[in-house]
């Protein structure tokens, strides 16, 4: 099995250690990590803005970075769903724009090998209990795209009910939208926090020491709130949580 680290652009410019949680703990559990230098960014922004044409560079760009490998783990939710669905959609456009088939190709070599990090432990490793250690009282902001995209369902869940030590406390409101949106939380600003703002509320009645996300944009938007209002609370992705081990909690 080889098993390639799809780092991210938030991970690699403002999270770094999220990158290298799921390195030590997929090393953990057997599994040796590629990273292909040639990766770069998914194309979310820019598709998301509009800029389709702008975007199909870096769908053969992924596809290339990744052709030697049987998995893609990334640690983000927004940037898997990105790949997973709509790549597709950008190469079915070009076709369909008499472009040819090339996209399309590149979009069908990327798309079953690109997993979320919680998908590939519990779908691929057939895992939940990674033998994490975290003593602290989380809660679990499950966001957008890993809900509404991927289906994440309660996969994230179950692997953060099976870490040692970790008490696990309900987030009131949970499926609702921390606010962030990528370029959402630019072109709304007011509207974004406002939204961040009741989410961090929810959050902080918890009780919770640390809010635990499957993506380091909605961390950042939330964890920048929750230090606006005044919170201790930490956020922290789960990648962190589940790379834990008594010896050496992240």
Not at 21 to 46: D, Y
Not at 191 to 201: E, H, L, N, T
Not at 203 to 232: F, K, P, Y
Request: net charge negative; glycine share 10%.
């Amino acid at each position: 099995m080889r098993v390639a680290l799809f780092i991210t652009c938030v991970n690699d410019t403002l999270y770094p250690q999220t990158g290298q949680a799921v390195v030590t703990l997929l090393e953990r559990l057997g599994v040796e990590v590629g990273f292909p230098e040639g990766q770069s960014c998914c194309g979310q922004p820019q598709f998301n803005t509009g800029y389709r044409h702008e975007t199909e560079p870096l769908v053969r760009r992924y596809a290339a970075a990744f052709r030697d490998y049987d998995y893609v783990v990334a640690p983000s939710g927004s940037c898997a769903a990105m790949v997973r669905d709509n790549y597709p959609r950008i190469g079915a456009k070009a076709a369909a724009e008499g472009r040819g088939q090339e996209l399309v190709d590149a979009a069908a070599e990327a798309v079953p090998k690109t997993y979320e990090l919680t998908e590939f432990l519990t779908d691929v490793l057939k895992v939940t209990d990674v033998g994490a250690y975290y003593p602290h009282t989380v809660t679990y902001h499950p966001t957008c795209h890993g809900l509404r995209m991927l289906g994440l369902g309660d996969r994230p869940r179950s692997l953060l009910a099976a870490v040692k030590g970790l008490n696990l406390v309900e987030l009131p409101g949970a499926d609702e939208c921390c606010g962030f949106g990528g370029t959402f939380a630019v072109k709304n600003a007011a509207v974004s926090a406002a939204m961040g703002a009741d989410k961090a509320r929810n959050i902080t009645a918890t009780g919770a020491e640390a809010v635990c996300t499957v993506d380091n944009s909605c961390q950042m938007h939330i964890g920048g709130t929750l230090a606006r209002q005044g919170s201790t609370v930490r956020p922290v992705h789960i990648a962190e949580i589940l790379a834990s081990t008594e010896g050496n909690v992240w």
